[in-house]
């Protein structure tokens, strides 16, 4: 029996998040467990006139690559990877992992060297985005790893996602549409600002966003969404800042973390599990220890922390900075391999005030 309910999420990605139309070249990848998913995208995409293509990608086939290939092979980079880049319009990525840790025992300074190889493509796939000649969004599949990390059963999971993404609402798009109009209000406002202070639980942090571009994140690029971010000035980092949740990157969970910035490096990073592979990620290249990202969390519908920073990012009452890679489109110049988001809880104890005025507390605009 199918589930209607990814035909529904389908056709939110394809008219609302990617907006696809004819003749646009649509990549859509995915794993095989994501198949339902990714036939209901490919089906409405056509229907839409537009020509998708279909990457399926076999998990055991990445970790054989990097405990395997040679330094040659991890520096490699395939033509056919960068006329991708630079042919298509559009790109749905499905997240649907069979096993989200199938990569923790691979060797980190592997995963660097072959993200670095890769940096210029990156840098290339978010040029084209902030010229508006490639339009890309990320989602979830509900899987049996993604549950499990979740401490959820599969059904429960299910319901989580699809409730997330306003799926069990009659007219998805048009809430979607009413969190954009609603965020639009406070991007404006943070928009006249020019420096932020954060302040929470071992959290002292200075920032400066003048003259950056706010955005606005209503379910586009992410889906499901809701934040609001920009890139701060890259040198304007001061103070230091405790995130509140584990996070996961490459298969490898780092928890606990501490770092303190200088004249916006990082120069002092603690975390009580995964210290080893935080430190290896920070000395990347030169801008990983920089910070690309700093946003507000806006969903108030998502509570639970999930281990999937798709979800955790969003969480209504809580900021995040990524370190390594910004967004063009926000002014930021920091270019790195890598992007990495990390979260910090400010609903119980936090404050942020802008221009020294609080507009922030305890998880909760005031403006």
Not at 55 to 76: C, H, M, N, T, W
Not at 282 to 296: C, I, Q, S, T
Request: aromatic fraction near 10%; proline fraction near 4%.
């Amino acid at each position: 029996m199918k589930d209607i309910r990814l035909k529904k999420l389908a056709q939110i990605l394809i008219d609302y998040s990617l907006q696809i139309k004819p003749n646009d070249i649509l990549m859509i990848n995915g794993s095989p467990l994501a198949t339902p998913l990714i036939k209901e995208a490919y089906k409405a995409a056509l229907q839409r006139g537009a020509h998708p293509h279909i990457r399926l990608g076999i998990p055991d086939l990445v970790e054989y690559f990097y405990k395997k290939a040679s330094d040659k092979q991890l520096s490699y980079v395939s033509p056919l990877s960068e006329f991708e880049t630079k042919t298509i319009t559009a790109q749905l990525s499905i997240i649907s992992q069979e096993n989200t840790r199938n990569l923790t025992n691979v060797n980190p300074k592997k995963q660097a060297k072959c993200s670095r190889a890769h940096q210029h493509l990156q840098q290339l796939f978010l040029k084209r985005a902030a010229e508006k000649k490639l339009r890309w969004c990320i989602t979830q599949y509900p899987t049996n790893a993604a549950a499990q990390d979740a401490n959820m059963s599969i059904e429960d999971y299910e319901e989580f996602v699809f409730k997330a993404a306003f799926v069990h609402k009659k007219n998805p798009i048009k809430q979607w549409k009413q969190m954009h109009t609603k965020q639009e209000s406070l991007r404006k406002i943070l928009q006249t600002k020019k420096n932020i202070h954060i302040l929470g639980k071992d959290t002292d942090l200075h920032l400066s966003v003048a003259g950056r571009t706010w955005i606005n994140c209503a379910g586009k690029e992410n889906f499901p969404d809701g934040e609001i971010f920009t890139g701060p000035i890259e040198t304007s980092l001061n103070g230091s800042i405790h995130y509140s949740f584990p996070v996961n990157y490459g298969g490898h969970e780092v928890d606990d973390i501490t770092l303190t910035f200088k004249n916006g490096k990082v120069t002092k990073a603690h975390a009580s599990q995964g210290k080893e592979f935080l430190i290896t990620m920070l000395n990347m290249d030169k801008g990983a220890k920089y910070v690309g990202e700093f946003a507000f969390g806006t969903n108030y519908g998502i509570t639970k922390y999930t281990k999937n920073t798709l979800f955790d990012e969003k969480i209504g009452g809580t900021i995040h900075l990524a370190l390594g890679n910004g967004y063009p489109e926000t002014g930021s110049t920091n270019a790195s391999s890598l992007h990495w988001d990390m979260m910090c809880d400010l609903r119980k104890q936090g404050e942020v005030y802008a221009d020294e005025e609080l507009i922030f507390k305890n998880g909760k605009f005031l403006i």
